[in-house]
């Protein structure tokens, strides 16, 4: 696991950003919105049910999430 400099750990993941309800197939706005992140972010749609298991596990190990309803 990689730490900072202050000898903390740090996530060892890319940030994952989940959206839902998954409305891309009608409407353009989720890929202008998120087409400048998907080169640094984890993006796709998913129901909270998914974001809440990502975040189950330990502190060290659980991913940055950010949940768009």
Same mark, same amino acid.
């Given at each position: 696991?990689? @730490?900072?400099?202050? $000898? +903390? ?23 202008? +919105? ?8 984890? %993006? $796709?749609? $998913?129901? %909270?049910?998914?974001?809440?298991? =990502?975040?189950?596990?330990?502190? @060290?190990?659980?991913? =940055?999430?950010?949940?768009? +309803?």
């Amino acid at each position: 696991m990689e @730490q900072s400099e202050s $000898g +903390l750990p740090t996530l060892n993941s890319r940030p994952r950003d989940r959206f839902w309800p998954d409305h891309s197939r009608c409407n353009p706005y989720p890929d202008l +919105l998120y087409a400048a992140a998907r080169a640094s972010h984890d %993006i $796709g749609a $998913g129901p %909270i049910t998914d974001a809440l298991s =990502a975040l189950s596990g330990s502190v @060290q190990d659980r991913p =940055a999430l950010i949940f768009h +309803l």
